[in-house]
């Protein structure tokens, strides 16, 4: 079974540009989640998707994040402009089902993303 | 702030030896998930524990929840090198709460 795929793997800017990342989960997996891992820290959930509806993004950055998952598979984060404290690893996950219960989040390989 | 502290922040020992790590809170956790992540890779979840008091073993790895469900520990016997990797612990808050709050996270490196 194919995992998360995650594309860049690697992305260098400069402050005030923009960057997007790509996210493909695992088949059939409906809920979709976009973390921030800083350096030294854990990962910080973003945005959450259930399907293409958003369920949780209490904790993104709306003046210069965005998020969508159009067709309820694959899903783009896109961060306009950038500044140097974006700089982090940015992790896709997704998970059979949603809200309770304790299903499993599979992982991405993450977009290591350096903002100079 | 972080809702997780882990402690230590970093642990290097020769292969062989064992090794301890925990996760605290002064919340109350409905489940509690250890992940390990490994360099340039995505965190790989290990195990959750959901019961107060839990403990689980998987092979040399050791995972006991606390009674209250506030903390939790992971102990490795017999380290090998193949166990380096960044501890992480997740905490969720609620039996609906599908939110994960995921603590800073041990570096542990095994010596061969």
């Known amino acids: 079974e194919a995992g998360v795929a995650q594309s860049p793997r690697y992305k260098i800017i400069e402050k005030r540009q923009s960057v997007a990342f790509w996210c493909n989960p695992i088949s059939g997996h409906a809920t979709l989640y976009w973390y921030q891992q800083i350096l030294g820290q854990g990962p910080k959930l973003l945005i959450q998707f259930q399907n293409n509806g958003v369920v949780d993004d209490s904790q993104l950055p709306k003046d210069r994040f965005s998020a969508e998952r159009l067709k309820g598979v694959d899903s783009t984060l896109k961060i306009q402009p950038a500044k140097l404290e974006d700089s982090a690893v940015y992790l896709c996950?997704?998970?059979?089902?949603?809200?309770?219960?304790?299903?499993?989040?599979?992982f991405g390989p993450g977009t290591r993303l350096t903002v100079l | 702030t972080q809702l997780l502290e882990q402690s230590p922040q970093f642990l290097s020992i020769q292969e062989g030896e064992n090794l301890t790590v925990y996760c605290n809170s002064s919340s109350v956790f409905s489940s509690l998930q250890w992940y390990r992540q490994e360099p340039g890779e995505g965190p790989v979840l290990l195990v959750t524990v959901v019961t107060g008091g839990e403990v689980k073993k998987l092979k040399r790895l050791t995972f006991q929840f606390g009674d209250a469900r506030k903390d939790s520990s992971l102990h490795i016997t017999a380290a090998q090198p193949g166990d380096t990797g960044l501890y992480l612990c997740?905490?969720?808050?609620?039996?609906?709460?599908?939110?994960?709050?995921f603590g800073a996270g041990t570096t542990v490196t095994v010596r061969a």
């Open positions: 996950a997704s998970s059979f089902r949603g809200a309770g219960g304790h299903n499993e989040q599979f």
């Open positions: 997740a905490g969720k808050i609620g039996s609906n709460d599908y939110k994960l709050s």
